[in-house]
Nanobody, 124 residues
Framework: QVQLIESGGGLVQAGGSLRLSCAAS????????MGWFRQAPGTEREFVAA????????YYADSVKGRFTISRDNAKNTVHLQMNSLKPEDTAVYYC?????????????????WGQGTQVTVSS
């Protein structure tokens, strides 16, 4: 089992940056691939980024490619999402998720553990 707590959300102007963090507790964090998803009001939760257990493989949604960077620190049981050049359409609740596998995946249903989410609001 792993518990996830996100932080770092907030209000930012378009073009600005935020860095989200996800702190994991529980056993064997390095055994989990990690992902970030987001959900805007009235929409389904969508994939944003994912990283393999060792950080060697990363995946991004086309909408954030080149602007967002996912990283992890297995020694500190944390995963981060650096978000640059933010746009109003990035406004959503962002969720950290864990997938018990060495390989990262973009498939939402593969993730068995979720945080409570952190709100990101980008003003125009």
């Amino acid at each position: 089992q792993v518990q996830l707590i996100e932080s770092g959300g907030g209000l930012v102007q378009a073009g600005g940056s935020l860095r989200l963090s996800c702190a994991a507790s529980g056993r064997a964090f390095s055994s989990y691939a990690m992902g970030w998803f987001r959900q805007a009001p009235g929409t389904e939760r969508e994939f944003v980024a994912a990283i393999s257990w060792g950080g060697g493989s990363t995946y991004y949604a086309d909408s954030v490619k080149g602007r967002f960077t996912i990283s992890r620190d297995n020694a500190k049981n944390t995963v981060h999402l650096q978000m640059n050049s933010l746009k109003p359409e990035d406004t959503a609740v962002y969720y950290c998720a864990a997938h018990r596998s060495w390989e990262a995946t973009m498939l939402r249903d593969e993730y068995g553990y979720w945080g409570q989410g952190t709100q990101v609001t980008v003003s125009s």
